[in-house]
């Protein structure tokens, strides 16, 4: 990557500031998690990660809104018409759509491609058909929804890091591999909501109506692992990155051990969270954490 491409894009505008504060809005509101542990990100590398979540976001909804009036092939039209958009937008560093605009500014200046966006939108396209998957579909979708959004902001934070590359490809499993956890801890807390109201089963081969505790542990023996690969990396992040993502790790950690403490029949009536209060302890930690 060029390190004079972000002093050659053009000057900053209003329309690029809005855009950024668009995305900014829509990942405090969504998710409050993530929206805490981005206040530990440096100046640098804070907005920029917000465009890459917002863009996530808006397309996780159009797959996800459980309205049933909103049918398969307006959701469809609706994800080309945005995948066409980004496409566009990285050609010319502009949308209409604010959230786009903002992502784009933020993958031109950070060596985001299409070899990691594509594999996005097309697990996306998997949630319009894909009710049960097998191990292979299971595999193709975390990459696409999870893995390379950890790919997506890695790029972001070694941006202006020298040796960019090199580092890419030492810590990219890692990032791959924080993302899935990210991922399958999210189906396993919304198994219920996904196979009621969603009409999907993510974990192949789980049978929901009789989800036991074994299963449970299974699930979470699998994740154990991914986390356990991704904390490796972790120390291994520029500075300005280093404590958001070692937040974003504890607090899913938390959520994991939260979870086997769970009785399965319980995780099927009610979601698992981690309270804000502990949330706010896990951030404290890894701030002060980090800076030991």
């Not at 990660?49 to 398969?72: M, Q, S």
């Not at 996306?124 to 696409?144: A, I, K």
């Not at 956890?181 to 929901?208: I, M, T, W």
Request: negative net charge; hydrophobic residues 40%.
């Amino acid at each position: 990557m060029n390190p004079l491409l972000f002093s050659r894009q053009p000057a900053r505008t209003l329309y690029d500031s809005v855009s950024e504060g668009s995305a900014a809005v829509v990942i405090r509101r969504y998710s409050s998690s993530f929206g805490l542990a981005s206040l530990l990100l440096g100046k640098p590398v804070r907005t920029p990660v917000r465009n890459v979540y917002a863009l996530v976001r808006v397309a996780d909804e159009i797959v996800d809104n459980p309205d049933p009036t909103l049918g398969r092939e307006p959701r469809e039209r609706m994800l080309t018409w945005l995948q066409d958009d980004v496409r566009q937008a990285l050609q010319t560093s502009y949308s209409g759509n604010l959230v786009v605009h903002a992502f784009a500014r933020t993958a031109v200046a950070c060596g985001i491609t299409a070899e990691v966006i594509d594999p996005f939108f097309d697990s996306m396209r998997m949630d319009l058909d894909t009710s049960v998957h097998t191990p292979e579909t299971f595999e193709r979708y975390v990459y696409g929804s999870a893995e390379v959004v950890g790919l997506m902001c890695l790029r972001v934070f070694l941006a202006h890091e020298p040796g960019r590359d090199r580092d890419y490809d030492r810590l990219a499993p890692g990032a791959q591999r924080l993302g899935a956890a990210f991922q399958k801890l999210n189906f396993l807390r919304d198994l219920a909501e996904d196979h009621d109201v969603l009409r999907r089963s993510y974990f192949p081969g789980l049978d929901v109506d009789g989800f036991c505790d074994e299963d449970r542990d299974q699930i979470l023996d699998d994740i154990d692992e991914d986390l356990a690969a991704a904390a490796a990396v972790i120390p291994a992040l520029p500075s300005g990155s280093r404590r958001a993502v070692l937040a974003a790790y504890a607090t899913f950690a938390e959520l994991a051990t939260r979870l086997r403490a769970t009785p399965a029949t319980e995780i099927l009536q009610a979601r698992v969270r981690v309270p804000d209060p502990v949330k706010v302890r896990v951030v404290a930690g890894a701030f002060y954490g980090s800076r030991a």
